[in-house]
């Protein structure tokens, strides 16, 4: 009986020695290092027009060869903007979301438990833009009119921002809230004077339909985020890690394979690879730091009074808060290369 006791002991040992060295020593990466790495049974992600990445990952169902043997099941969910990937971040409907760097702020300012795990682009996605018959040539010339944009996305930040370079608000316009697809229609129907635009269907109605871009300001354009939700971050880092490692992937096959990645944004955002090679080639940049830090910190930095201003952010305090803890680097730290 002694024996028999001595034998469980020491397999209880083992397996206790066994389980810390996996749970705690045998991963050198920092996230998949933490407790809960185990894979869930669904991993919810958006996929989204002004995200490449997201499409590739979609198409090449990477992340379900590399969960299927741990019977995670991958679903994709459509993001028709910035606000449509911070609703379904916070009604918990995805685990992952893309959206521009200010929208990733406004949501957690306002109570949304989200973190920026890495960056996926830097774009020139945003400018304003009148119709090829517009007589509209400035920012200053807005004031008085119509001006279609979608609240809570870059398009809607670069519009705030570019009243106010020219001593003007929100209030000196009238802001139609349309989702950016409808206004592109908007514009080109003639219901609106200008239109803050959202690549791709923004070079769509240049390349197209000949509407001009009146004002351009790359500054003003704030980083491609990937954000997670807290409570899926603490319970899966180790799946955290395979997502961010999945999107470096994603990024060098691009530009591995230029023309493929202009058929594949193309067909998906229903474009022509004219429309496409111009959004690809000359207003993203793909090949950056993901790691979030004081670049992005600095740009969201300038954005900040605006957001607060305009009423999106209850108080500057609020945000000040939000962009403090809005980073959680360490997945993008401790990424594998392609």
């Known amino acids: 009986m002694k ?11 083992a397996l206790l020695a066994t389980g810390c060295v996996e749970g705690e020593n045998s991963s050198p990466a920092p996230a998949a290092a933490a407790s809960g790495g185990d894979a869930p049974g669904e991993l919810r992600l958006d996929y989204a027009y002004y995200n490449p990445a997201s499409l590739v990952l979609r198409e090449q169902k990477w992340l379900e060869q590399e969960l299927a043997a741990k019977g995670t099941k991958v679903t994709w969910v459509l993001s028709a903007g ?36 890495t960056l996926y682009s830097q774009p020139e996605w945003a400018a304003i833009v009148v119709a090829k018959n517009s007589t509209i040539t400035s920012v200053a010339q807005l004031k008085g009119r119509k ?24 209030k000196d316009v009238e802001v139609v809230n349309l989702q950016h697809a409808d206004g592109k229609a908007a514009l080109e129907r003639g219901d609106v004077d200008a239109w803050a635009g959202l690549d791709p269907i923004m070079a769509q109605t240049q390349v197209d339909s000949g509407s001009k871009l009146i004002y351009r300001n790359k500054a003003f354009n704030s980083y ?12 899966y880092p180790a799946t955290t890690q395979l997502v961010v490692n999945a999107y470096e992937k994603a990024k060098a096959w691009i530009a591995a394979n230029p023309d493929q990645a202009v058929e594949l944004l193309a067909r998906e955002s229903k474009v022509s690879p004219a429309v496409a090679k111009l959004v690809l080639t000359e207003r ?22 605006v957001l607060v201003a305009d009423g999106n952010i209850k108080s500057a305090q609020d945000g000040q808060a939000a962009l403090d803890t809005l980073f959680e680097p360490r997945f993008a730290q401790a990424r594998t290369k392609p």
């Open 224 to 235: 491609g985020t990937l954000n997670a939700r807290e409570d899926f971050l603490a319970k």
């Open 147 to 170: 001006v279609a944009a979608t609240k809570g996305t870059d398009p809607y930040f670069f519009l705030l921002q570019s009243l106010k370079e020219v001593g003007l608000t929100s």
């Open 82 to 117: 910035s606000n449509k990937a911070n609703e379904s971040l916070r009604a918990n409907a995805v685990d992952f979301g893309s959206t521009a760097g200010a929208a990733a702020l406004l949501a957690r300012a306002n109570a949304t438990p989200i973190k920026v795990v």
């Open 3 to 13: 024996r028999v006791l001595l034998g469980i002991a020491l397999a209880a040992a």
């Open 284 to 305: 993203t940049t793909l090949d950056l730091d993901p790691v979030p830090g004081d670049a992005q910190r600095t740009v969201l930095q300038t954005i900040l009074p």
